[in-house]
């Protein structure tokens, strides 16, 4: 199996900064994109943003310029640095991953247990 763990969510107030971090553990062979996605109350669970193996992000158009994904790819680990943050970024954060367990094994998502960020106004 696989486990994704998140940590790093709390409670800011407006213009600060949080950095959250997602480590992938497991029966793991490859792993694909890993991303970030969030879910405010009431409302659909949201692309925030998205890193290829290979590099390429695709952040939403709401956090580009604020938010900065990086990966450690040894570590199996994904950053989120989250700047200027604003009350509309308060969510519950997932981080995904599309993962191989083994070779020639199809790719799964998995996704963690999410992580509240609370942006004060």
């Known amino acids: 199996q696989v486990q994704l763990v998140e940590s790093g969510g709390g409670l800011v107030q407006a213009g600060g900064s949080l950095r959250l971090s997602c480590a992938a553990s497991?029966?793991?062979?490859?792993?694909?994109?890993m991303g970030w996605y969030r879910q405010a109350p009431g409302q659909q669970r949201e692309l925030v943003v998205v890193?290829?193996?290979?590099?390429?992000?695709n952040y939403a158009d709401s956090v580009k310029g604020r938010f900065t994904i990086s990966r450690d790819y040894a570590k199996n680990t994904v950053y989120l640095q989250m700047n200027s943050l604003k009350p509309e970024d308060t969510a519950v954060y997932y981080c995904?991953?599309?993962?191989?367990?083994?070779?020639?094994?199809?790719?799964?998502?998995?996704w963690g247990q999410g992580t509240q960020v609370t942006v004060s106004s």
């Open positions: 995904n991953a599309i993962v191989r367990m083994r070779w020639r094994d199809p790719e799964y998502d998995y």
């Open positions: 890193i290829s193996s290979g590099g390429s992000t």
């Open positions: 497991g029966s793991i062979f490859s792993i694909n994109a």
